[in-house]
Nanobody
Framework: QVQLVESGGGLVQPGGSLRLSCAASGSIFSNSVMGWYRQAPGKQRELVAIITRRGNTNYADYADSVKGRFTISRDNAKNTVYLQMNSLKPEDTAVYYC?????????????WGQGTQVTVSS
């Protein structure tokens, strides 16, 4: 059974930092593009950052709104992906979801975590 378990959310003041973690079970981690999405109240879920591993190199991409502030990383030995969030702003407040996009041949399957709340407020 595939599971993605997020942790690390919470309440932080503007300008503060948080690190989210997502531990993946099963055999999905090594052949998946891992990503973080977020959904604020009344808004659609949006991509925050993704990280792809090709050979021994990780490639990351970010939404414009978080570039320079957020960093995504993955530890393949621990089957874990992280999102380091610095210089947080109130508009970063949302539920953050971990995503694994697994491709096996021509079939792509999305897996989602349960979400973790991030609230940026003074």
């Amino acid at each position: 059974q595939v599971q993605l378990v997020e942790s690390g959310g919470g309440l932080v003041q503007p300008g503060g930092s948080l690190r989210l973690s997502c531990a993946a079970s099963g055999s999905i981690f090594s052949n998946s593009v891992m990503g973080w999405y977020r959904q604020a109240p009344g808004k659609q879920r949006e991509l925050v950052a993704i990280i792809t591993r090709r050979g021994n190199t990780n490639y990351a991409d970010y939404a414009d709104s978080v570039k320079g502030r957020f960093t995504i990383s993955r530890d393949n030995a621990k089957n874990t992906v992280y999102l380091q969030m610095n210089s947080l702003k109130p508009e970063d407040t949302a539920v953050y979801y971990c995503n694994a996009k697994q491709s096996l041949g021509s079939v792509t399957t999305d897996y989602w975590g349960q979400g973790t709340q991030v609230t940026v407020s003074s």
